[in-house]
């Protein structure tokens, strides 16, 4: 077959091996790419770490429905995991080339990071809401994209290879390439560098999902009536109690700083057999929220009361400010925006005391003024032209 691209002019034996010891596939994770690694040293390490080991999914899954479906892993989670160098870098191998931003999007789509990055964000789960068009088998719609997209850049420019055999999410921070501009109120104020991810301010918003209802199909003559996860022969329909596509609450990441976070998954089970209800309905599996980094980074940020003044984006909310009420509806939490009975699996929630202080602190005031301020110059000075 035909080699084409960097390695055109490269000896079969190079990657397949010389008689004694032939690969039929050098680049496979069963082999630790022992035909790529010969030239690419240390990079067969991405086979170690959590794309190709799904090892966080798997104790999740572990902890949660495996408690109700033993099998349930092997029924909805068996797609996008790397199994092989031409997972991302070409098809049959004899073609190869550097990732594409399309070739990282055929996994990181969906509710995973990754498809934020193009303005996509997951529709509604109803078909009346799957329309436009289909990319990677998945309709989107269509947001503000991340601006390092609209400059240009590709995924590789911040998540090199060598960072993701080495297991770390990414090769670069924000300030190695940008410098805080201290002519700008909110990069002036030291608590807000020193105490918080960019990301923070500076995302424009993220896809949350809130309620993930798996309702197992065991033995149904309906099932014929449902659009199922996966092939024909599965038992799973899953929808959503609410998405949203603002920008996300906030807490702790792991290091202490401040980051967006958003439901891992609020996830409620529903087995029925032959159509009929075994155990209980809309059984609350999981509560977990997770610390992320949505890729739809703006210039500008959001107003300070949107921070400083708002509980709910801390998952402080009061009962009297409750418009959703899913213990009415029959579910086992109160609001999904209070962290009673709810966990945040990579760092913690924002201390409540905290958030008082915050709110009434002397800098905050004064920084609040000063933003109305510049607000309103730049009013004027627009209605004058």
């Not at 022992?34 to 390490?45: E, K, L, P, R, S």
């Not at 030291?190 to 309620?211: P, T």
């Not at 155990?279 to 599996?285: D, T």
């Not at 402080?316 to 699996?345: C, H, M, T």
Request: net charge positive; aromatic share 10%; glycine share 8%.
């Amino acid at each position: 077959m035909a080699v084409s691209g960097v390695h055109q002019r490269t000896a079969c034996s190079a990657c397949h091996g010389d008689r004694g010891q032939r690969l039929a596939d050098p680049a496979a994770a069963s082999n630790g790419a022992a035909g790529c690694v010969a030239c690419h040293a240390g990079h067969n390490g991405i086979f170690l770490q959590g794309m190709t080991t799904r090892s966080a999914e798997k104790n999740f899954v572990a902890q949660t429905f495996s408690r109700v479906d033993p099998d349930f892993f092997a029924k909805n989670c068996s797609s996008c995991h790397v199994s092989s160098c031409t997972d991302c870098h070409g098809g049959n191998g004899h073609k190869l080339a550097r990732p594409a931003l399309e070739s990282c999007h055929r996994c990181h789509k969906g509710y995973f990071i990754g498809a934020d990055f193009f303005g996509r964000a997951p529709r509604e789960d109803s078909l009346r809401y799957q329309r436009g068009d289909l990319i990677e088998g998945e309709a989107y719609l269509k947001m503000t994209p991340d601006v390092h997209f609209e400059a240009g850049m590709s995924c590789g420019d911040c998540h090199s290879m060598t960072s993701l055999a080495a297991g770390r999410k990414t090769a670069k921070s924000c300030r190695d390439c940008h410098t805080p501009d201290l002519k700008i109120l909110e990069h002036r104020i030291g608590a807000h560098l020193e105490k918080l991810e960019c990301y923070a301010c500076h995302s424009a918003w993220g896809a949350q999902e809130y309620g993930t209802f798996y309702l197992r199909l065991e033995e149904s003559a309906s099932k014929e009536n449902f659009r199922l996860r996966g092939n024909s022969g599965s038992e799973y329909l899953k929808s959503a109690y609410l998405k949203r596509q603002n920008a996300p609450p906030l807490g702790l990441n792991n290091a202490g700083r401040v980051s967006p976070i958003r439901p891992q998954f609020i996830t409620f089970y529903t087995h029925t057999s032959k159509d009929q209800l075994v155990g209980e309905e809309n059984q609350l599996l999981a509560a977990q929220w997770k610390a992320f980094f949505p890729h739809t980074i703006r210039r500008g940020t959001v107003l300070c009361r949107e921070c400083h003044e708002s509980p709910q984006r801390f998952l402080l909310e009061k009962p009297e400010a409750r418009i959703y009420l899913p213990d009415v509806d029959g579910l086992a939490l109160p609001s999904f925006w209070n962290r009673q009975g709810q966990q945040l699996g990579n760092g913690r929630f924002f201390p409540a005391e905290r958030f008082e202080s915050m709110s009434r602190h002397p800098a905050y005031l004064k920084g609040a003024v000063e933003k109305w301020n510049n607000l309103i110059k730049r009013v004027e000075v627009s209605s004058g032209d």
